[in-house]
């Protein structure tokens, strides 16, 4: 049985205790500023209201006026970080507080009747500009004002009222009521300035209400992507085992066609499924490099050579310019992604023209890759917007040809981490222009193919543990049609059965095995068993959980679908680093 745990706060609530926290942090930040002006002020009284005899009790008020300074200077810092009581309770703690700080300022009235007309003026300037900046230290907040305020202005008040003036009696009169009115007017303004404060913090807790909004918003994105394209490609991967075993069966022409455009249809599939597993990836942070040095020209034109064709029949013409054969120590497949994928939007939105792609130095350290094509452009408002996931201009209809708008998304978090940044430029209806820029190791002199070694995987022993049966099935399929030995197992035990009765050269573990079993615990389990046995993990699971755990675990991984070519090759790179395989230990496996 699930039980749900809720707060029984209501979201008012939350919002009234946060409103008062940030309140009390405020008032506490405040009087941290003022205990300089306030020893001043001390001076100041001290010097208008100093007499032999009131020196002494002079000193006495002013060391209780900073002695109360120098507590709340330390009780209401506490009163912020004590977060076990309500807010309200600590705020009326801070009143209190206020109202004994109030008091001891009214004390100071003792000296009033002793001082000429002209001291009186002053004195009383000076306690009314203290309560004016008692509004903005209390931030309007009118209980604190009034506790302070209160008893001194009231005190100076009553005074004004029972002293003679000896240049004109209707002056102390006048002066008590103008004291009443600023008071008055204190308050009315220290209504205002509170009101200011509710609303920026009620815009600043909306704020912070919609960020994690949108956070959660995007991590349901991501649990989404996660389960459909699981199941999404658990289907996908064994038709494209499937095809692949079936493509080496003998066919005639007309079988061999449409097994060949089966396999393009699910290839096309693929890498749609792949992009929306690299944006996982990259918001998951489970994209690792792996760094090498390599020619960034021979990488561009392998890449632009794969367009030439599509290029070829659209009439565009697509061509390289290089000024610079810049070298890199970086991962040349992301790179290579890169490129592609800003290369693949050129063409998608090229018509008719030229696409043209170009490497310069920026400087000593820098170079620079520009993509530039005269096809449809992007206008102004949409600059920005085309690095978002989904994005596509001008495709309300969402046609498959156009891909799923991905590919500058991806380019986008991409880039940053090979260290390099993208600019775009462009006009609507005359040209685009992406300028990706990365740091360079060096340069080279001519562009050289590397050299590509093919083995021959016959007579190898492949354990296969799904417990799909289809997916065995159709893996079985494709094995034995190159001519692999293989064993299936459909959950830890039996994959364990199998490799004690024989050990396979490889096992390929799917991650989600029956009962809950994990494929990570079945593959320390055969360890157990047969210590250096490669593995290689297959898996539909695209969290950011899934993907981060793993990573670290070490182990090799394809994601699901995954064709011929590119199991058959991790197959090779597996074995070829494995000790005794018999592979070499460089190069990887084509089929």
């Not at 004590?82 to 109202?99: E, F």
Request: aromatic content about 6%.
């Amino acid at each position: 049985m699930e039980v749900q745990i809720r707060s029984t706060r209501s979201p008012q609530d939350a919002s009234d205790e946060s409103t008062e926290q940030a309140l009390l942090e405020l008032i506490a930040g405040n009087v941290q500023r003022v205990p300089l002006a306030i020893a001043f002020l001390v001076l100041v009284v001290v010097s208008l209201c100093y007499t032999s005899e009131s020196l002494w009790l002079l000193c006495l008020w002013g060391a209780v006026v900073l002695g109360m300074q120098y507590i709340r200077f330390l009780v209401l810092p506490a009163l912020v970080s004590n977060r076990d009581s309500s807010g309200k309770k600590r705020l009326t703690q801070a009143a209190v507080l206020s109202l004994i700080n109030g008091f001891i300022f009214a004390s100071a009235i003792v000296f009033f009747p002793d001082l000429n007309d002209v001291s009186r003026s002053v004195f009383t300037v000076v306690f009314l500009g203290l309560a004016q900046a008692s509004v903005t230290t209390a931030v309007g907040y009118r209980p604190i004002i009034i506790a302070f305020t209160g008893p001194f202005l009231m005190a100076l008040t009553i005074a004004w009222m029972t002293t003679p003036f000896e240049i004109s009696p209707w002056v102390p009169p006048a002066m008590a009521i103008l004291i009443c009115l600023y008071g008055a007017i204190l308050l009315s303004m220290a209504g205002d300035i509170y009101d200011s404060f509710l609303r920026a913090h009620q815009i600043q807790f909306q704020l912070r209400d919609a960020l994690a909004s949108e956070k959660e918003a995007n991590s349901a994105k991501t649990r989404f992507l996660a389960a459909a394209s699981h199941d999404l490609r658990q289907p996908l991967h064994t038709l494209s085992l499937y095809g692949a075993a079936l493509t080496q069966r003998p066919l005639d022409n007309k079988s061999a066609e449409i097994a060949n455009s089966m396999n393009e249809a699910l290839s096309d599939l693929a890498t749609e499924l792949d992009a929306l597993l690299d944006i996982s990836k990259l918001d998951a942070g489970t994209v690792h490099l792996d760094k090498e040095l390599f020619d960034c020209c021979e990488s561009i034109v392998r890449t632009v050579n794969t367009y030439q064709s599509i290029c070829q029949q659209k009439g565009v013409t697509l061509e390289c310019r290089f000024s610079l054969q810049p070298t890199m120590f970086n991962d040349r497949i992301q790179f290579e992604r890169i490129v592609r994928n800003v290369l693949d939007n050129a063409v998608k939105y090229t018509p008719q023209g030229s696409i043209l792609v170009s490497v310069m130095p920026l400087n000593e350290k820098h170079f620079q890759v520009v993509i530039e094509d005269t096809g449809t452009g992007i206008s102004e408002d949409e600059l920005e917007q085309v690095f978002l996931e989904f994005y596509q201009t001008d495709n309300p209809e969402r046609e498959r040809a156009r891909g799923l708008g991905l590919g500058l998304a991806i380019v986008k978090r991409l880039t940053p981490m090979l260290d390099g940044t993208i600019s775009l430029e462009s006009v609507e209806n005359e040209f685009t222009r992406v300028t990706l820029t990365f740091p360079m190791s060096g340069t080279v002199q001519q562009v050289s193919a590397p050299r590509k070694k093919r083995t021959h995987l016959a007579e190898h022993h492949v354990l296969i543990v799904d417990d799909d049966n289809a997916v065995r099935a159709a893996t079985r399929a494709l094995f034995e049609g190159i001519g692999c030995e293989v064993s299936e197992a459909a959950d830890t035990q039996s994959a364990l059965t199998s490799v004690q009765a024989r050990q396979p050269d490889i096992a390929l573990v799917d991650l989600r095995l029956p009962r809950g079993e994990c494929g990570l615990k079945t593959v320390q389990k055969i360890h157990q068993t047969i210590v250096d046995l490669p593995v290689i993990i297959i898996t539909g699971e695209t969290s950011p959980a899934v993907l981060k755990l793993l990573n670290s675990s070490g182990l090799p991984y394809l994601s699901k679908p995954i064709d011929q070519s590119t199991l058959l090759g991790k197959i090779g790179k597996v074995l070829g680093s494995a000790p005794g395989s018999g592979f070499p230990q460089n190069g990887g496996w084509h089929a």
